[in-house]
């Protein structure tokens, strides 16, 4: 067992994070926080408007911000943007503040989940496959370096997806009470 205050779900965007992560919480009797959602809202900007207006390096800082004040919480499963764990500061802090749960997808899935999607900047011009494989390259590494547990998404329904992850971190997740 491996307690700790919140769940928090890494992995690349297409992997099911918000979808598992919502059915997660209610199942667990948590509160979702889709980090991307929340960083909208208090921005009062889309992350691809955010991402114009201020590059990939002003949404990171802000990200970087807005985990740090979530991971203060508790009892929470947090989905993360696809891009958390490229700070240092905030991969320390995952590791140190949660249990973290690795959604892996192949990159075939990933192409078809993410087949009309039009918001995500890094997606933007040019091959999607081409896009994805170099981020998994980057990312890949770095979501295995927090992860308490891998779960591999790829060809599952979210509600299959979610049962099963459910009791893996059922097994080998203890919640962190208030103290």
Not at 51 to 71: D, I, N, S
Request: glycine residues 10%; positive net charge; hydrophobic residues 40%.
């Amino acid at each position: 067992m491996n307690p700790a205050p919140n769940l928090v779900l890494v992995g690349p965007m297409g992997a099911g994070k918000t979808s598992i992560g919502k059915r997660l919480a209610n199942r667990l009797g948590l509160e979702f926080v889709d980090a991307d959602q929340r960083l909208e809202q208090l921005a009062g900007a889309t992350v691809s408007t955010i991402f114009e207006l201020e590059g990939e390096a002003g949404f990171r800082a802000r990200e970087v911000q807005l985990l740090g004040e979530l991971l203060r919480g508790r009892g929470q499963v947090i989905a993360t943007g696809g891009g958390a764990v490229l700070s240092p500061v905030t991969c320390e802090l995952l590791r140190k503040q949660s249990f973290v749960v690795y959604i892996r997808v192949d990159i075939h899935q990933q192409l078809q989940r993410l087949a009309r999607d039009q918001t995500r900047p890094l997606l933007s011009g040019g091959d999607r496959r081409e896009k994805l494989e170099a981020l998994a390259a980057t990312r890949g590494p770095l979501y295995e370096s927090v992860a308490d547990l891998v779960f591999d998404s790829s060809g599952m329904s979210a509600g299959s997806a979610t049962s099963k992850v459910c009791a893996q971190v059922q097994a080998q997740w203890r919640r962190e009470e208030a103290a």
